[in-house]
T-cell receptor
């Protein structure tokens, strides 16, 4: 089974509107972290936001917020007031476990977001 | 300070040749990771270093792939007898330490093309 599922290959949004990018995950480990990265056409992966499995509140970073629904195993990224520069590929990723060598990230296939003027 | 840097940014080689890809992590970061990203896919884990030692190399696809980090800073990913299927973007990331919530910061990647 896929550990990270991003069901939207592509999304379109009008400038200044909000958009939600979906991410569901699969793990039996009670301790895990969820990350969102942005990858512009230049190729670099840019960290956006992090949510820990034990965090009580949804994470927020500026215009980015994470809608974390633990029971549904979903961690959707919400981008408010979209800007043209938000056009990029967005990846959801998960790290499982607390210690040992479990620090690798498992990524989804990504969602290509296009912001229209 | 400076972010993660990777050299070369692009590498074209012929099938069967040997290549080395270099990663210079953020200063002070003890953990270093290599990932491979094929076209249209998310990055896939290759290997993780804590200091000089490889703590997890479970993602290396076969014994043609090898990575070192001799002084606990710069790392080199080495691919022997390259195959066309090795063509991908190789991404390096580093984190301050390998804590559960530590963010991994990525470099711009090396685009490898094997002809």
């Amino acid at each position: 089974a896929q550990k990270i599922t991003q069901t939207q290959p592509g999304m379109f949004v009008q400038e200044k509107e909000a958009v939600t990018l979906d991410c569901t995950y699969d793990t039996s480990d009670p301790s895990y972290g969820l990350f969102w990265y942005k990858q512009p056409s230049s190729g670099e992966m840019i960290f956006l936001i992090y949510q820990g499995s034990y965090d009580q509140q949804n994470a927020t970073e500026g215009r980015y917020s994470l809608n974390f629904q633990k029971a549904r195993k979903s961690a959707n990224l919400v981008i408010s007031a979209s800007q043209l520069g938000d056009s990029a590929m967005y990846f959801c990723a998960m790290r499982e476990g607390r210690g040992g060598s479990n620090y690798k990230l498992t990524f989804g296939k990504g969602t290509l977001l296009t912001v229209n003027p | 300070g400076a972010g993660v840097s990777q050299t070369p940014s692009n590498k074209v080689t012929e099938k069967g040749k040997y290549v080395e890809l270099r990663c210079d992590p953020i200063s002070g970061h003890t953990a270093l990771y290599w990932y491979r990203q094929s076209l249209g896919q998310g990055p896939e884990f290759l290997i993780y270093f804590q200091g000089t030692g490889a703590a997890d190399d479970s993602g290396l696809p076969n014994d043609r792939f090898f990575a070192v980090r001799p002084e606990g800073s710069v790392s080199t990913l080495k691919i022997q007898r390259t195959e066309r299927g090795d063509s991908a973007v190789y991404l390096c990331a580093s984190s301050l330490d390998p804590g559960p919530g530590e963010t991994q910061y990525f470099g711009p990647g090396t685009r490898l093309l094997v002809l």
